[in-house]
């Protein structure tokens, strides 16, 4: 094992430190990762390294300070901050109900292209060893791969045709999508231990435990939007590209081919950055132009106020119906609700008085709209 040097340790001190000050969930991935890497040090290699050490206590510290925060205080007593903006809710009907109708949606079906991956990837490694005594001794190693086809074939048919909906209060199709979505998981870690490497199956436990362990405090905590769920994502394309990897190297291909074969990759790829690139600074373009826009109605005193919604709303959540309200506040002016007080928030961002806002009628223009009349 290579010898750290006392700067490597500082900086794991610094890592586990910042690294625990991001978000609650990161958080608490972070403590109890420095703990499992403390553990494992002692039982790998019968001794404490001072490099883990320095991170676990980085991470204690950093925990400390976010925790300690009074926040976190009135959330833990009094289930929400005093703001009323975070909350902690740990009932079970109330975990159900978000687990259907929040969770299942950012967790388990915008991530098509992982997911076909890793079942392809599988279905490639069951073929290439398929004849093997130890596969033929795996009693369910058939109906794992035609489960595998199948929540492929799920998740097509959802993300092409139409996703399922609830029908009823009891949410029996979204309680069967869950159930559908968490035998997967069994059933990659079951193939996986089958068809893997143990190093490599190692690997597809951890990413995919840490994927779970890093989304579940969300079931008690609110709010959270789809980017709190970007280290699910993180974890799964770990596991993506590890099946991918062996995938590919199981088969018996030419240099030549598999040279394409990553030329094409590295080309998908750079190709998707750059899409992502363009429309995401065409609507951050989008959305300080549409402030500006409106601070220049305020002075002109045109009615109505014409309110520029974003060309892709699809990559990025738009607050254009929020910033479309009337703004009226509540009678009681100590309660605000969350969108009266992001509202608020962002309007004095961009030097626009609230008040004087809400009093204006608003409309809904698209930037082709506002291209045209200028």
């Keep these: ?55 676990t206590v980085g991470t204690l510290i950093g925990t400390a300070l976010m925790f300690l925060n ?40 915008p991530y098509l292209l992982v997911d076909i991956v890793i079942i392809i990837s599988l279905l490639v490694l069951y073929l290439h060893k398929s004849d093997s005594e130890e596969l033929k001794k795996a009693k369910y190693i058939r109906a794992a791969v035609a489960y595998d086809v199948f929540f492929g074939a799920y998740i097509l048919f959802s993300f092409i045709t139409s996703y399922f909906v609830a029908l009823s209060p009891s949410y029996f199709i979204n309680a069967l999508e869950s159930a559908i979505s968490f035998v997967f998981y069994i059933d990659i870690l079951y193939l996986s231990y089958y068809l893997l490497p143990r190093s490599s199956f190692i690997v597809v436990l951890y990413s995919l435990l840490s994927a779970l362990f890093i989304s579940a405090p969300f079931l ?17 394309c770990i596991i993506a590209g590890e099946l991918f990897m062996i995938a590919v190297s199981s088969v018996n291909i030419s240099a030549a081919a598999v040279r394409a074969v990553s030329l094409s990759a590295v080309s998908l790829c750079l190709s998707v950055c750059c899409f992502y690139s363009y429309v995401n600074i065409i609507n951050k373009y989008t959305d300080n132009l549409r402030f500006r826009y409106i601070r220049e109605q305020m002075k002109s005193r045109h009615l109505p106020i014409e309110v520029i919604s974003l060309p892709y709303p699809n990559i990025a959540y738009d607050c254009v119906d929020l910033y479309l309200q009337s703004g009226s506040s509540p009678k009681d002016k100590t309660v605000k609700s969350n969108d009266d007080m992001y509202l608020t928030d962002i ?25 045209l009349g200028r």
């Design 220 to 236: 008690v905590l609110n709010p959270f939007s789809a980017r709190c769920f970007s280290h699910y994502c993180f974890f799964m």
């Design 70 to 109: 009074i926040n976190y205080r009135d959330i833990l007593i009094d289930k929400k901050d005093y703001i009323g903006v975070r909350s902690f809710d740990p009932d079970i009907s109330s975990i159900s109900i978000k687990l259907y109708t929040q969770v299942l949606d950012y967790l388990f079906k």
């Design 1 to 55: 094992m290579r010898k750290q040097s006392a700067l490597d340790s500082v900086l794991l001190f610094v890592l586990g430190s910042l690294s625990a000050l991001c978000l609650e969930n990161i958080t608490l991935y972070c403590v109890v990762f420095g703990i499992f890497i403390l553990g494992f040090s002692i039982f790998r290699y019968k001794k404490v390294l001072v490099q883990n050490c320095l991170y």
């Design 347 to 371: 309007l004095d961002h961009y030097g626009i008085d609230k008040d004087k806002y809400s009093e204006r009628t608003k409309v809904e223009i698209s930037l082709y709209d506002y291209n």
